[in-house]
């Protein structure tokens, strides 16, 4: 089973290369894809840098400029899926999520999940470090995600997730239309709503300690209101397979 990464990176110089050596360090072989909006702080160089001793497993696509975090798992998405990967895994960079996890989330799909989602919430409320007004925020963040949609996952907003191969081949990628943190939500709905099986595996996520946040009010309005619009959305599948495998990212 083939197995990729995606991290998406915004000046994560402190990070990366730590997170390089952790990920091909994990006794089960994961390839890494980093997808950097055009860091001014040069982290797509130690990039370049760090693929010299991971030829053919460590890769990386750049972008022009800062275009969303759902845009650049767009990007990966289709790009693994040109690549012939079995599993796609979401991470952040910043060590909130314990690449250590990754093997956890690989073990529940091979049990037969379709989603696996490294859930902050499932088994009480695992997040260390947090304000608490951000805290309450994600928290009630997911609860409103579950009361409008009815979907039943309580991290609705978690950003560690495995996606099945069969999952990306069946949601239309060019039809997700959230590009922030909403993003998360819409991709586990339009998965649910399709019939797959999502399930959460009980994680601790931890702070950043080195870099800058990302987040934003924006991110979460988007999120608030997008999340209605979904409750009245028509979900389809994509619709013919064949001719998307030619598609160029």
Same mark, same amino acid.
């Not at 019939?195 to 309005?221: A, D, L």
């Given at each position: ?41 040069? !982290? ?34 289709? $790009? ?49 470090? $947090? ?15 579950? !009361?409008?949609? *009815? ?5 609705? !907003? ?33 998965? $649910? ?12 996520? !931890?702070? *950043? ?6 987040? @934003? @009010? ?6 608030? $209101? ?24």
């Amino acid at each position: 089973m083939r197995k990729v990464v995606i991290i998406p990176t915004y000046n994560e110089k402190e990070n990366i290369a730590a997170m390089i050596d952790r990920v091909f360090s994990l006794p089960e072989p994961f390839d890494l894809l980093v997808i950097d909006d055009g860091s001014p702080d040069g !982290t797509a160089a130690i990039v370049r840098a760090r693929q010299q001793q991971h030829q053919g497993h460590l890769h990386l696509i750049e972008r022009s400029g800062k275009l969303g975090l759902g845009t650049a798992y767009l990007t990966g998405f289709k $790009w693994a899926l040109e690549q012939g990967y079995d599993y796609v895994f979401e991470m952040d960079c910043d060590f909130s999520h314990n690449p250590d996890d990754l093997l956890r989330l690989y073990e529940a799909a091979l049990e037969g999940a379709d989603v696996v989602v490294g859930s902050r919430y499932v088994t009480g409320v695992n997040v260390v470090n $947090w304000p608490m007004g951000r805290l309450l925020m994600s928290y009630y963040a997911s609860v409103y995600v579950r !009361t409008v949609t *009815r979907m039943p996952v309580r991290d609705a !907003t978690a950003g560690f997730v495995c996606y099945a191969r069969r999952v990306l081949e069946r949601i239309d990628l060019d039809a997700v239309q959230m590009k922030g943190y909403g993003f998360q939500i819409e991709m586990k709905y339009t998965a $649910w709503k399709l019939g797959f099986r999502i399930r959460e595996v009980s994680i601790v996520f !931890t702070e *950043r300690v080195q870099g800058v946040s990302k987040m @934003s @009010s924006g991110i979460f309005g988007e999120a608030f $209101w997008g999340v209605i619009k979904l409750r009245f959305r028509k979900i389809h599948p994509r619709a013919a397979l064949s001719t998307q495998s030619s598609s160029k990212v």
